[in-house]
C-alpha cells in the first residue's frame, strides 16, 4: 500500500499542521455580501451573464465560462447583484472584475439546482459538460476548470484516474479535514470523475503523516467494493502533492518535459474536487463554497472552515477567532507558493485552499532578507524536485538569456519555491523564474505578432502589384482598341 | 633528425598552405555570399510595424537596404535599441543605439477607432499596411487590435482625427505583487 520511494530531491519541511487540524469543520454561515471574481485564479475570466439590479437565488449562474480556461461562477446566495467592478482579487495580476451580490435575507434556491439523477447513465461528453455548467474547477490550489483537463485527458488515452490527497504544503489541512469527514463523497466524486476521464484504474495518494484520512478513505473505499479502487500512502516530503511529483512517486514515472501527465497515461484530480462533484451529483449543487484552512499565528483558533465563495476574508478569520497577536502578513495559500494580500475584503476564489495569518514567529526568518550574491553551493539543485540547475537559471535570468533559459528547462519549473527556501543567500529564485517565464511568452507573443504582420502585409504588397498590373492591362487594351491601326501617335483617347 | 628531413617538412607545410590558400581565394572569388538569404536574416530582426519610419516602405525594403549598405542599422524606432544592437550582431557591427533623427522608440500600442466620431470615409484603409482596420464607406470602421503594429500611418488620412494610439493590451499578467514572507 505505501509508495517505497518517492520523487527524487524535494525536502521535508516544518508541516505547522498541528494548529487547527485536530478539529472538525466549522460552517461560516452566510455573509451580507460576497464579491466573485471572474478569474478564480487561472488567469483567464468568466463572462457576467447578470447584470447590476438583477436578482439572483442559490445557485443562480452569474458568469459563464466561455474560455475553457475559466470557470463558470454561481451565486452563493439569494439576493441582488450591487456591482460589477475591478477590485483587488487573490489572482495573478492582483486585480479583476468581480461581481458583488448583497443578501437578500431569503434562502431561495436557484431550479436549476437539481440533483443529478443517474450520473452513471451519462455519456463522459455529457459528464463533462455538465460538470463546465457546474463551475467545478480544481480545489487544490490551481482553479483549473475540471471539465477541460478530463476532456483533454480523454483525448490523450488516459488510463488511471490519480487523486490528489498528498496536501504537501506546510500550514494546509482542508483536505485532511475533508477526508476525515467526507471520505465517503470522494471516493463517490471519484467513481464519476474517472467516469467522465475515460480512465480503468483509479489511485488515491495520501501523505503518511496524515493516518486518520487515510483510515477514514480506506474504510469508503471497502465500502464501494470497487476492485480498481486503490489507496497509496506516500512519503510526507515536499513538494509531494505536485502533478508530476506524485506521479512519480505513486506510478514510478516521470512526465516528460513539455507534455501532460496525460501523455504519461494518467490525470490527476484533488480530493477536494471530487467530494465537490460527488455534491453536485448528490444535490446539483454547483461549486458555491470550499473547504478552507484558516490558520497561522495570527488567528485565534487555526481551524478549517466550510465557506461560501466570495466570502470577504476578514469573514473567514472571524469565524476562526478573528485576529491574533501582530498580523505581519496576509498570505492567499501556505508559507511555500501562497500569495501575499493587501487587503481582508478580497473574496475567497474556489482555488485559495488556505489563508494564512503570519506573524513573525511563522515568517521572522524571511522579513526584511537581503539579497547577497549566489555563492554556488548548490543547494537549491539538490532539492530542486523538476531537477533544474536554479543556478544556472538564475544567471540565464539576469542576463535575460532566453536561448539558455529555454535549454535549462526554466518552463518545467513548478514554482514550489524550494530554492529560494534553501538560498543561504535569500535570492528570491522562484521569482525571478516566473518573471522570466513572463519575459518568454512575451517575446514568444512578440515575435508570432510580427511574423503575422510580415504575412499581412507580403499580401498586401501583392495583392497592390496584381491590382496595378490588371489596372494597367485594361488601360492597354482600351487604348489599342481605340486606336485606330496604324496610328503611332502617343497619348490615350478613351 | 637530418637536414633533409627538415627541408621535406617545410616543402610540404609550404606545398600545403600554397594550395589550400590559393583554393579558398578561388572559392571566394567565384562563390558568392547569399545576398538573399542576408536580407532574410535582417528581416527577421526587424519588428514588422511596416512603419516606414525609416524612409522605406516597410521593413523588407530596410532590410534589402542594409543589407546592400544603403542603409545605416539604426533607422528603426519601433525596435529601438535592442533591434540595433541585434543587427549590430549579425552585420558585425559596432552601432549600438537608434539614430533619433528617424524617430523615439515608444511603449507598444495599438490603434482605437471613436466609433461616435468616424464618418465611414474608408481613407484609413488603403493607408493600414497590415490590413488591420475592418470597414467600407459609409460603414462604422474598426481596428482589429491583434493584427495592428501601431505604426500611426492612419493617423494623417483620417478627416475627423477619430484615430487614437492607445497602449496594447498586456500579453501576459506579469507578477508584480510582493511575494509572500
Known amino acids: 500500500m505505501a509508495a517505497r520511494s518517492t520523487f527524487p530531491a524535494g525536502l521535508a519541511l516544518d508541516a505547522h499542521k498541528q494548529q487547527g487540524c485536530g478539529s472538525s469543520i466549522v460552517e461560516v454561515p452566510l455573509p451580507m455580501q460576497v464579491v466573485l471574481a471572474l478569474d478564480q485564479g487561472t488567469g483567464y475570466r468568466a463572462e457576467p451573464v447578470v447584470a447590476v439590479g438583477d436578482t439572483v437565488a442559490m445557485g443562480t449562474l452569474v458568469a459563464r465560462a466561455d474560455h475553457p480556461f475559466a470557470s463558470a461562477l454561481h451565486s452563493p446566495l439569494a439576493g441582488a447583484v450591487v456591482a460589477i467592478e475591478t477590485r483587488e482579487a487573490a489572482v495573478e495580476g492582483g486585480r479583476s472584475v468581480c461581481i458583488v451580490i448583497a443578501s437578500n435575507g431569503s434562502d431561495r434556491i436557484d431550479d436549476s439546482v437539481q440533483p443529478v439523477a443517474d450520473p452513471a447513465s451519462l ?42 490527497g498528498a496536501e504537501c504544503e506546510p500550514w494546509i489541512c482542508c483536505d485532511d479535514a475533508l477526508m476525515r469527514s ?11 470523475l474517472r467516469r467522465a476521464a475515460g480512465a480503468v484504474g483509479c489511485v488515491i495518494a495520501i501523505e503518511d503523516d496524515k493516518p486518520a484520512a487515510i483510515a477514514a478513505v480506506a474504510d469508503a473505499i471497502e465500502r464501494q467494493r470497487d476492485a480498481a479502487l486503490k489507496l497509496v500512502a506516500v512519503p510526507a516530503v515536499y513538494p509531494q502533492g505536485a502533478e508530476r511529483q506524485l506521479i512519480t512517486a505513486v506510478a514510478g514515472i516521470e512526465v516528460p518535459s513539455g507534455g501532460l501527465p496525460a501523455d504519461a497515461g494518467v490525470v490527476c484530480q484533488n480530493v477536494a474536487t471530487a467530494a465537490a462533484v460527488a455534491r453536485w451529483a448528490a444535490h446539483g449543487e454547483p461549486i458555491v463554497s470550499r473547504v478552507v484552512t484558516v490558520t497561522g499565528s495570527g488567528v485565534g483558533h487555526p481551524c478549517n472552515v466550510r465557506a461560501p465563495i466570495g466570502t470577504p476574508l476578514s469573514a473567514l478569520i472571524a469565524a476562526a477567532g478573528g ?65 533544474l540547475l536554479p543556478q544556472q537559471l538564475h544567471r540565464a535570468a539576469l542576463a535575460d538569456a532566453h536561448d539558455a533559459l529555454r535549454q535549462l528547462g526554466v518552463h518545467d519549473c513548478i514554482d514550489c519555491g524550494l530554492c529560494d527556501y534553501v538560498c543561504p543567500s535569500q535570492i528570491p529564485l522562484a521569482d525571478r523564474f516566473r518573471d522570466a517565464r513572463h519575459r518568454l511568452n512575451e ?5 508570432k505578432k510580427s511574423a503575422d504582420a510580415r504575412e499581412r502585409h507580403e499580401l498586401r504588397t501583392r495583392r497592390l502589384q496584381e491590382a496595378a498590373t490588371a489596372e494597367q492591362q485594361a488601360f492597354e487594351s482600351v487604348r489599342n482598341r481605340a486606336r485606330p491601326p496604324g496610328d503611332d501617335s502617343a497619348g490615350g483617347t478613351n | 633528425m637530418s637536414l633533409d628531413a627538415i627541408v621535406i617538412a617545410v616543402l610540404v607545410a609550404a606545398a600545403l598552405a600554397v594550395t589550400l590558400g590559393s583554393a579558398l581565394g578561388w572559392a571566394a572569388s567565384r562563390i558568392e555570399p547569399d545576398a538573399g538569404s542576408l536580407v532574410e536574416q535582417i528581416d527577421a530582426l526587424l519588428p514588422q510595424t511596416q512603419c516606414g519610419q525609416c524612409l522605406y516602405p516597410g521593413c523588407r525594403p530596410y532590410a534589402a537596404a542594409i543589407a546592400s549598405g544603403a542603409a545605416n542599422i539604426d533607422r528603426c524606432p519601433p525596435g529601438g535599441d535592442a533591434t540595433v544592437r541585434a543587427l549590430a550582431t549579425l552585420l558585425d557591427r559596432s552601432q549600438r543605439t537608434l539614430d533619433p533623427a528617424f524617430g523615439a522608440p515608444k511603449p507598444a500600442q495599438v490603434a482605437w477607432i471613436d466609433e461616435e466620431k468616424c464618418i465611414g470615409c474608408a481613407r484609413c484603409l488603403p493607408a493600414c499596411p497590415v490590413d488591420a482596420i475592418v470597414g467600407a464607406p459609409r460603414q462604422m470602421h474598426t481596428v482589429i487590435a491583434a493584427q495592428c503594429t501601431g505604426c500611426e500611418l492612419c493617423l494623417p488620412p483620417c478627416p475627423v482625427d477619430c484615430i487614437e494610439l492607445r497602449p496594447a493590451p498586456a500579453v501576459s499578467l506579469r507578477y508584480r505583487q510582493p511575494r509572500a514572507a
Do not use: Q, W
Not at chain 1, 467526507?182 to 464519476?192: E, F, K, P, R, T
Not at chain 1, 521572522?364 to 543547494?379: F, T
Not at chain 1, 517575446?443 to 515575435?447: I, L
Open chain 1, 123 to 164: 455519456s463522459p461528453d455529457e459528464l463533462a459538460r455538465r460538470l463546465r455548467d457546474a463551475g467545478i474547477a480544481g480545489l487544490g490550489g490551481a482553479g483549473f476548470p475540471t471539465a477541460t483537463k478530463l476532456a483533454s485527458a480523454r483525448d490523450r488515452g488516459a488510463h488511471t484516474l490519480l487523486l490528489n
Open chain 1, 323 to 387: 485576529y491574533r497577536g501582530t498580523p505581519l502578513r496576509l498570505i492567499a495559500g501556505g508559507n511555500m507558493t501562497g500569495r501575499a494580500l493587501p487587503t481582508d475584503e478580497i473574496g475567497l476564489t474556489k482555488a485559495m485552499n488556505c489563508v494564512l495569518v503570519a506573524t513573525r514567529d511563522d515568517i521572522g526568518s524571511r522579513l526584511g532578507a537581503v539579497e547577497l550574491p549566489c555563492i554556488r553551493c548548490g543547494d537549491c539543485s539538490n532539492v530542486c524536485p523538476a531537477g
Open chain 1, 182 to 192: 467526507a471520505a465517503d463523497d470522494v471516493v463517490l466524486g471519484a467513481l464519476i
Open chain 1, 443 to 447: 517575446a514568444a507573443a512578440a515575435a
